[in-house]
């Protein structure tokens, strides 16, 4: 980046840093959008990288939130969102400078995550970004479609109705603020996040979007927002398809119930939703469960452990057991090292959650191991043979346990000092559910 520098914008910069994305991207958000992010975002996370004109060519911002992690913890996280460059300027060393300087800040700030969605595979894994979380977009035929009974006393008791928006607008963030302390890969939900509850983004759109929830005995569980419009607009007559935007569920009588609400719209001809999780049960509410397809599947969010220690140290593992990790960091130095990870059970039945890590904050019960976690110097790690050789891009796909630790040990991305070291890794790092991230940003 010759002649160029990375900093902070001043306020009345503001306009000239959200343009940078739209020029980089060819899109520009509705004026809704970009006054929701100048009213919220905070001026010294922004980054910007200026040319040997002082013109600001690139971007990236920091939003604080928390993300759970597998057991419970809630760790302080950044999601990272506007990263540009805009197309005069790329390949010269402007990305690389403003993710740098982001994660440098980041690390300073005490922020143990950071997490953001890719334009493209290829570019975040040379920064520590690793491939998190992971959904599919499914489509149900709806002709002929059966829905298994529950077994036993599974049926739910309570009932859906159709609601309006304003009911709406109170009843997602409410199920999504308690739905994030239970999943690890959540985050809680950024600024723009409701804007399509709201209706602010796009007001033709909102008009077509309709509610439902789902309650019993006074309590909503679940919350539903869809569209039924064609699946081809160049036919005169088009078949229409209802369009899942989003479904939030705290129960399972309330993800049935819904569920069976949109299987049950008359009039259409399939279901299609949203990138929604892998192990989506809904498949197997249906007598065919070859009716739902995955029509696109791929990466939700990458993650990256700024502070690799803290970040082991704050999660639970699903076995207990002891392993040397040898994590190599280039991007951010201060990671790349030897930690001795020790998972123990340190809980008698219905016994109280350990004590949480400095900045992190216990949501709910806890599951699995505890962690403890020592950085060994480099005279050890000179004479130590590690159980597991891993680079941090590597390890930010399996710590939340999107990814199996024997998948990218067999791809070459991970080198175990022999098979029980392996399997020992695998089992400590798996998780019973697989992660995922609801929020859109």
């Known amino acids: 980046m010759p002649g160029g520098s990375v900093g902070t914008p001043s306020e009345h910069e503001l306009d000239e840093v959200f343009d940078v994305g739209a020029r980089a991207f060819g899109h520009r958000e509705p004026d809704a959008v970009v ?25 990236a911002i920091s939003i604080p939130t928390n993300m759970t992690v597998p057991g419970g913890c809630r760790l302080p996280t950044a999601a990272i969102v506007g990263v540009a460059v805009v197309p005069t300027h790329r390949r010269r060393g ?17 922020d143990h995550l950071a997490t953001l969605y890719a334009s493209e ?6 920064f520590g970004y690793g491939p998190a979380t992971f959904g599919a977009r ?11 009974e529950p077994l036993g006393d ?18 997602f963030p409410a199920l999504l603020a308690e739905l994030v302390q239970r999943r690890a890969g959540e985050v809680d939900a950024l600024p723009n996040e409701w804007m399509d509850i709201e209706g602010t983004g796009n007001e033709v ?16 569980d679940g919350a539903l927002s869809y569209r039924v419009g064609p699946t081809d607009k160049g036919e005169p007559w088009p078949p229409r398809a209802v369009f899942v935007e989003r479904l ?8 049935g119930a819904l569920w069976r609400f949109v299987l049950g719209i008359d009039l259409v001809e399939e279901i299609r939703t949203q990138r929604l999780p892998l192990d989506e049960p809904v498949r197997f509410m249906l007598e065919d469960h070859r009716q739902m397809r995955v029509v696109a599947y791929g990466e939700k969010t990458w993650l990256r452990l700024v502070d690799v220690g803290a970040c082991l140290a704050s999660r639970r593992y699903d076995d207990e057991g002891s392993l040397l990790l040898e994590v190599e960091d280039a991007f951010c130095p201060w990671n790349t090292g030897l930690y001795r990870l020790e998972a123990i059970q340190d809980l008698p039945a219905g016994g109280e959650p350990a004590s949480s890590p400095d900045g992190a904050v216990l949501a709910g019960g806890a599951d699995g191991f505890a962690a403890s976690v020592e950085r060994l110097d480099e005279v050890a ?5 590690p159980d597991v050789r891993l680079d941090v891009e590597s390890l930010a796909s399996i710590y939340l346990g999107g990814l199996p630790v024997s998948a990218l040990a067999r791809a070459g991305r991970i080198r175990a000092s022999s098979e029980r070291s392996l399997v020992r890794a695998e089992r400590m790092f798996r998780t019973r559910e697989k992660p995922f991230c609801s929020s859109q940003f």
Do not use: K
């Open 35 to 59: 006054d929701c992010w100048r009213q919220s975002t905070i001026l010294d996370r922004i980054v910007v990288s200026r040319d040997d004109t002082g013109e600001i060519v690139g971007s």
């Open 94 to 110: 402007h990305l690389r400078a403003m993710m740098s300087y982001q994660l440098g800040d980041l690390h300073a700030r005490g």
């Open 121 to 126: 595979a290829s570019i975040y894994g040379r």
């Open 138 to 148: 499914y489509r149900i035929a709806r002709r002929g479609v059966r829905i298994r």
């Open 154 to 171: 599974r049926a739910f008791n309570g009932s859906v109705r159709m609601v309006g928006v304003e009911l709406a607008r109170e009843a």
């Open 205 to 220: 759109d909102a008009q077509q979007r309709f509610f439902a929830v789902y309650e019993e005995e006074g309590r909503i």
């Open 248 to 255: 939030v569920t705290l129960s399972d009588p309330s993800y």
């Open 381 to 385: 790690l000179g004479r130590a043979v």
